[in-house]
């Protein structure tokens, strides 16, 4: 029987639903059956609305956002345990009624809200079933810069983190957890895009010509409408992404039809091959949008209008290099972006292929549930001290 695991997601965004495919797919390359479970969803319609609805919030109100991520939720105040509290049983319920049905071997957490739960039910154990089974191993994968304190709880076999930084921020809650450093996960395409003459071919945009990538993350935040209209008029060739953002696909369609140069997409599967056709890619501070530019070897422009963790991440990619920040008002992302595509500098490599999955793969072997353990040996108990060895730069505090 293939071993199971469950991954809890949480449909605030894209990113989570990324690193779980990503996930997904790399335990099925190990051998495993992995199914994902929307956080959200499991909160019940109300509860997955009103999160939602206050997140969207948030997020429209900067400064706000600010206040509660630095000053609760990294530092572990009463305001974000009891935040954490709300959800949890509700979700440790629900969790423990869909495992009943189908146990799972090891529970994976690439969402904040899920890690709680996971914890909890690890350390009350599997549900009564006609045979006994072992507790399921615990894995949290956090792929911002920095973990805040829901991310971290006691009771977690493995922490998976993608920076030095990271591995001290979880350790700032859980002095003893076992963490591993791992290269951010990213999907297949971007580790085999297309060659930028043929992305370029395709999609309409002249071989020699100045070319960014222009998007605001899944629900198309940030002024994207406005800094491709600032671009286009300097003659910059501009893949604009509106995501998921009906409202702002509908204007950049109308942008399109009185300036050529702006390329208008709503939410597509194309994004390796408009990263690949670009000399730039201009977005917001996402991890994962990042980690998919880098890995097709493209320098960033971040706009600082992402709040929270979007600001930590922004200061992690600047130090990581090839990247830097603007603004978000047009003008001065266009005056940004000029200045940057004017500099002169060697084209940064790919990160190799390849290299998330066996990081991966080698962290999983180190709490016995690689491919050569099966669950419940003693190889790699998680109860064992220390660190899981680094498996990417990061864990040195640089990349290449």
């Given at each position: 029987?293939?071993?199971?695991?469950?991954i809890?997601?949480?449909?605030?965004?894209?990113?989570?639903?990324?690193?779980?495919?990503?996930?997904?797919?790399?335990?099925?390359?190990?051998?495993?059956?992995?199914?994902?479970?929307?956080?959200?969803a499991?909160?019940?319609?109300?509860?997955?609305?009103?999160?939602?609805?206050v997140?969207?919030?948030?997020?429209?109100?900067?400064?706000?956002?600010?206040?509660?991520?630095?000053?609760?939720?990294?530092?572990?105040?009463?305001?974000?345990?009891?935040?954490?509290?709300?959800?949890?049983?509700?979700?440790?319920?629900?969790?423990?009624?869909?495992?009943?049905?189908?146990?799972?071997?090891?529970?994976?957490?690439?969402?904040?809200?899920g890690?709680?739960?996971?914890?909890?039910?690890?350390?009350s154990?599997?549900?009564?079933?006609?045979?006994?089974?072992?507790?399921?191993?615990?894995?949290?994968?956090?792929?911002?810069?920095?973990?805040?304190?829901?991310?971290?709880?006691?009771?977690?076999?493995?922490f998976?983190?993608?920076?030095?930084?990271?591995?001290?921020?979880?350790?700032?809650?859980?002095?003893?957890?076992?963490?591993?450093?791992?290269?951010?996960?990213?999907?297949?395409?971007?580790?085999?895009?297309?060659?930028?003459?043929?992305?370029?071919?395709?999609?309409?945009?002249?071989a020699?010509?100045r070319?960014?990538?222009?998007?605001?993350?899944?629900?198309?935040?940030?002024?994207?409408?406005?800094?491709?209209?600032?671009?286009?008029?300097?003659?910059?060739?501009?893949?604009?992404?509106?995501?998921?953002?009906?409202?702002?696909?509908?204007?950049?369609?109308?942008?399109?039809?009185?300036?050529?140069?702006?390329?208008?997409?709503?939410?597509?599967?194309?994004?390796?091959?408009l990263?690949?056709?670009?000399?730039?890619?201009?977005?917001l501070?996402?991890?994962?949008?990042?980690?998919?530019?880098?890995?097709?070897?493209?320098?960033?422009?971040?706009?600082?209008?992402?709040?929270?963790?979007?600001?930590?991440?922004?200061?992690?990619?600047?130090?990581?290099?090839?990247?830097?920040?603007?603004?978000?008002?047009?003008?001065?992302?266009?005056?940004?972006?000029?200045?940057?595509?004017?500099?002169?500098?060697?084209?940064?490599?790919?990160?190799?292929?390849?290299?998330?999955?066996?990081?991966?793969?080698?962290?999983?072997?180190?709490?016995?549930?690689?491919?050569?353990?099966?669950?419940?040996?003693?190889?790699?108990?998680?109860?064992?001290?220390?660190?899981?060895?680094?498996?990417?730069?990061?864990?040195?505090?640089?990349?290449?």
């Amino acid at each position: 029987m293939p071993r199971r695991a469950v991954i809890l997601s949480g449909s605030l965004g894209m990113g989570h639903d990324v690193v779980s495919d990503v996930v997904s797919a790399s335990l099925a390359g190990l051998g495993w059956q992995a199914r994902t479970l929307d956080c959200m969803a499991l909160l019940g319609p109300r509860a997955s609305w009103a999160g939602d609805w206050v997140f969207r919030r948030l997020m429209a109100r900067p400064g706000i956002f600010d206040g509660l991520h630095f000053a609760h939720l990294r530092t572990g105040s009463r305001l974000a345990a009891a935040m954490d509290r709300a959800a949890t049983p509700r979700l440790v319920s629900a969790l423990r009624e869909v495992l009943a049905g189908e146990p799972a071997d090891m529970i994976i957490s690439v969402f904040a809200a899920g890690v709680s739960a996971t914890a909890e039910l690890a350390a009350s154990g599997p549900p009564r079933t006609a045979s006994p089974r072992p507790r399921p191993r615990t894995v949290v994968l956090c792929p911002d810069a920095l973990p805040h304190a829901t991310w971290v709880r006691e009771g977690i076999d493995l922490f998976l983190v993608t920076s030095a930084p990271g591995a001290a921020a979880v350790r700032r809650y859980a002095p003893g957890a076992r963490v591993a450093v791992v290269p951010p996960p990213v999907r297949p395409a971007f580790a085999h895009p297309p060659p930028r003459p043929a992305a370029r071919s395709s999609l309409g945009v002249p071989a020699d010509a100045r070319c960014v990538l222009l998007m605001g993350g899944g629900w198309g935040l940030g002024p994207v409408e406005g800094a491709a209209r600032a671009l286009a008029a300097a003659g910059v060739h501009v893949l604009a992404v509106a995501g998921h953002n009906a409202r702002l696909a509908a204007r950049l369609r109308d942008l399109a039809g009185t300036s050529p140069l702006v390329h208008p997409y709503g939410f597509t599967p194309r994004i390796a091959e408009l990263m690949s056709a670009s000399d730039l890619v201009v977005t917001l501070p996402g991890a994962l949008t990042c980690a998919e530019g880098r890995s097709v070897g493209r320098n960033l422009m971040l706009l600082d209008a992402m709040p929270g963790h979007g600001r930590e991440n922004l200061q992690h990619e600047l130090e990581l290099g090839g990247a830097g920040a603007c603004n978000p008002r047009p003008p001065e992302i266009a005056a940004s972006v000029l200045a940057a595509l004017d500099r002169p500098g060697p084209a940064r490599p790919a990160r190799p292929p390849g290299e998330w999955d066996q990081a991966f793969a080698a962290a999983m072997v180190s709490i016995g549930v690689g491919p050569e353990h099966q669950p419940g040996t003693a190889a790699g108990h998680p109860e064992a001290a220390g660190d899981v060895a680094a498996a990417d730069p990061a864990a040195a505090g640089t990349r290449p």
